[in-house]
């Protein structure tokens, strides 16, 4: 009876996708032919008929690449996730596909003629570093899906910043660049589709050998070992052909996420279990996902007048499917660790001497901020007259650095706070994200580009995303670990949005861009005063949240027991974090690690609670960004690297080394 229920389950669900598809095709005229016509369109196209001749070399491939594609997707997915052991693995979140156009930027832009003889290769060996240096963060912690996910992000943000910077000084090819990051499967010959096929059925044959060491894997290691399987072996030779899978997918058509993980999911729910069916369903499944996603893009494109990317499109439906999917997760699938606080190496008797040290170091790196630089004849202190003269140009971002660092690092430390959660920061719970979708929705629906409405819809974007987040994580008693899955969906789906508006070529996108990379030559001194006068008014209130902040970590139960507003105080607080973000967002973008970085540096120093520690949060975070300001300015000059971009390459690699520390 289950069984004829699963069959049935799918049945509909590949029904649905397939006479969607079918309808899709209906409605657009580019696919309407006469039986006759059709038969020619398909097998010898009359060279004299455009429509005929768009319909055989680009259509018809575009719907073969759109179903090959998804099929290796989706079986890459479902090898990740038997292997792993983890129902939420795919190349996305796995960091997989960020590693993979890495690679091919690096390549296109350094080395192009490497990159025309073989892009496959460079791409699978991207996949495969980013791969490794996942398992490497995550095994610690025996490969849990949340180790593996959080990995995944932070290696995905490296390798997206490191691309985002490549692409900004290469103006001349950035919109193609762009456009072909977010998964186009716009074609105008067969050869993609079948180099495609071919590498398709060179892989199945593959899985079709080891079908059995995949089945043993994803029971557990001691059952592998009973039979006699080489676990080690088999699991590397199984996630590289995953790997590869995925690889040959972004070096033809871009990064397309999300169907690696929607299609197992989807074949999962619908009861079926038995390997075997679903290596064969699971391909299906992906396969039909992809093109019913495509033709839906095609025909949206033709009613908006825009190309809307497909890699986008199914990223903007990937991130609900995993807020579905994180609470079908096992407790016993997550690790509580992240939850706990961060270690100390320091001990200080008296924390004001500490600050007084922080204070000194900050204003002395204004200074240098301000006077000291590269200029044409070289490295140089400014003199009178010339220090006047580029204070003009140089006090606005030196501000707005120091306020913008200063808020994020204060934000961050309130979201440890309240989440009892050593890892949470408006960058990884995707609070950033949430207020860049703001200013994008506030550019989609008017022509303003007003400072004050800006901070309004960045403000509105930031607190919605954080309601959000507390929203769906209300249900598992804001269990760390969910808390920060939770934040990763969010912030993928905004970050989505915002990157589908600029890819639409609007005159503000390539200004979006520069912001959200984390630019700040664009402040002017009206918006570094607002940011300074916020920053101080923030800070004023700190000494008032003190108690609450001190006793979230003891848990809602005895808060109330000892008389404190549970509910008003974390409406505050998250109100101020909102404003905070929101604030920091406009200067700096939402590329940013120093909100995880500051407060878990201040904690090493040895400060861990009161309002001294927020003070120290909010000097160490004005003095990160600033330092990332001053040698994004200076290090490749005249040319400057975004401040966000600086702040990112040294926080993802300290956001690695206390995963892997935290592992041990």
């Known amino acids: 009876m289950r069984s004829r229920a699963s069959v049935m389950s799918f049945t509909l669900l590949s029904g649905v996708l397939l006479m969607g598809s079918i309808l899709l095709l209906m409605q657009n005229p580019a696919y309407h032919f006469s039986s006759h016509d059709l038969s020619d369109a398909i097998w010898s196209p009359d060279d004299t008929s455009y429509k005929q001749l768009i319909f055989h070399y680009s259509l018809l491939p575009r719907l073969a690449v759109s179903l090959l594609a998804g099929a290796a997707l989706g079986l890459a997915g479902f090898i990740f996730q038997q292997v792993l052991r983890n129902p939420l693995a795919e190349p996305a979140t796995l960091g997989i596909s960020a590693g993979a156009w890495l690679a091919m930027v690096v390549m296109g832009l350094w080395f192009p003629f490497a990159l025309a003889a073989g892009r496959e290769w460079i791409a699978f060996g991207g996949s495969a570093v980013t791969l490794m240096l996942v398992m490497l963060l995550a095994k610690g912690r025996g490969l849990s899906p949340l180790s593996l996910i959080l990995g995944g992000m932070v290696v995905t943000l490296f390798c997206s910043s490191a691309s985002s910077m490549m692409m900004l000084f290469n103006h001349a090819a950035l919109m193609d660049l762009f456009i072909w990051q977010t998964g186009s499967l716009e074609q105008n010959n067969w050869d993609t589709a079948q180099w495609l096929a071919l590498q398709m059925g060179i892989v199945t044959l593959l899985i079709i050998a080891t079908s059995r060491p995949l089945q043993l894997l994803s029971m557990n290691e001691q059952t592998a070992h009973s039979v006699g399987l080489t676990v080690r072996y088999f699991r590397l030779l199984l996630l590289l052909i995953a790997a590869w899978l995925s690889s040959m997918v972004v070096s033809r058509v871009g990064v397309i996420s999300f169907i690696g993980l929607a299609a197992p999911a989807a074949v999962r729910l619908c009861g079926i279990h038995r390997q075997s069916v679903r290596l064969f369903l699971v391909p299906l499944t992906g396969a039909l996902m992809l093109s019913f996603t495509d033709l839906l893009v095609q025909t949206l494109s033709q009613y908006v007048g825009v190309t809307i990317p497909t890699g986008l499109a199914t990223a903007i439906t990937g991130a609900p499917l995993l807020l579905l999917l994180i609470p079908h997760l096992r407790e016993r699938q997550l690790s509580s660790s992240s939850s706990a606080s961060s270690f100390s190496l320091l001990r200080v008797r008296s924390p004001w001497w500490l600050m007084a040290f922080l204070l000194l170091l900050l204003i002395i790196l204004i200074w240098i901020a301000l006077a000291f630089g590269r200029m044409p004849e070289g490295w140089a202190f400014s003199q009178r007259d010339q220090f006047r003269q580029l204070l003009t140009w140089r006090a606005p971002r030196v501000m707005a650095a120091v306020a913008a660092g200063a808020m994020l690092a204060v934000a961050g430390t309130l979201m440890q706070r309240m989440t009892t959660n050593a890892m949470a920061s408006p960058e990884v719970l995707g609070i950033s994200s949430g207020a860049a979708f703001g200013v994008v929705v506030l550019f989609m629906f008017t022509q303003t580009s007003s400072p004050a409405w800006m901070l309004f819809a960045a403000t509105s974007g930031a607190m919605a995303t954080m309601i959000l987040m507390i929203v769906i994580s209300r249900k598992s008693s804001f269990s760390p670990e969910r808390v920060l899955l939770t934040g990763i969906a969010t912030g993928t789906a905004c970050n989505t949005f915002s990157t589908l508006y600029i890819a639409s070529g609007d005159d503000r996108s390539l200004l979006l861009m520069n912001w959200m990379a984390g630019s700040t030559y664009r402040v002017t001194s009206p918006e570094a005063y607002v940011?300074?006068?916020?920053?101080?008014?923030?800070?004023?209130?700190?000494?008032?949240?003190?108690?609450?902040?001190?006793?979230?970590?003891?848990?809602?139960?005895?808060?109330?027991?000892?008389?404190?507003?549970?509910?008003?105080?974390?409406?505050?607080?998250?109100?101020?974090?909102?404003?905070?973000?929101?604030?920091?967002?406009?200067?700096?973008?939402?590329?940013?690690?120093?909100?995880?970085?500051?407060?878990?540096?201040?904690?090493?120093?040895?400060?861990?609670?009161g309002v001294t520690r927020l003070i120290a949060s909010a000097l160490m975070g004005a003095i990160l960004l600033l330092f990332a300001d001053w040698v994004g300015r200076n290090l490749l000059y005249p040319f400057q690297i975004p401040a966000g971009l600086c702040a990112t390459f040294i926080g993802s690699p300290y956001f690695m080394w206390m995963m892997r520390r935290r592992g041990r």
Request: glycine letters at 8%; aromatic letters at 4%; a positive charge.
């Open 531 to 609: 940011a300074i006068v916020i920053l101080l008014a923030a800070l004023a209130i700190l000494p008032l949240l003190v108690r609450w902040l001190d006793s979230f970590p003891l848990g809602e139960t005895v808060m109330r027991a000892t008389g404190m507003p549970v509910g008003r105080s974390r409406l505050l607080i998250i109100l101020l974090t909102a404003i905070l973000c929101a604030s920091a967002t406009l200067l700096t973008g939402p590329l940013s690690f120093v909100g995880l970085l500051a407060p878990h540096i201040v904690v090493m120093m040895g400060l861990q609670r």
